[in-house]
């Protein structure tokens, strides 16, 4: 496996245990249609929480926010909306991002965006 990709795997790891100890459920990870990938899908009461996890080393937090382009919104939202028609959920959607920061062997800098985006219209 590339280093980017246990880079990753690793970052949605510690994203998975962040979101758990804030009492996210976790209803699925790494959900994919066709090309697209949701990489966590959760609940946070009643609303349905997509998080994009965004892992670098050794990088700023600022730097991996810009990550996330118009584009990739978008694709996020086709994707949400066809996750929440197949497994039949009802409530409000939102997209947050989980950004972390590898910065030595267990040590992380996390932040987490609530409402990091809306749905474009």
Do not use: C
């Amino acid at each position: 496996m590339a280093e980017h990709n246990e880079l990753g795997t690793e970052g949605e790891r510690v994203a998975l245990r962040y979101l758990q100890s804030k009492s996210y459920a976790i209803l699925d990870t790494n959900w994919r249609q066709g090309a697209g990938e949701l990489d966590i899908i959760a609940r946070d009461g009643d609303q349905i929480v997509i998080v994009e996890v965004k892992t670098r080393a050794g990088r700023q937090i600022t730097e991996a926010e810009r990550a996330i382009s118009r584009q990739k919104q978008r694709r996020m939202v086709k994707l949400a909306n066809s996750y929440i028609l197949k497994k039949g959920l009802d409530g409000e959607v939102r997209f947050d991002v989980l950004i972390i920061v590898k910065k030595g062997e267990d040590n992380y800098d996390i932040r987490y965006i609530r409402d990091a985006f809306y749905p474009l219209l």
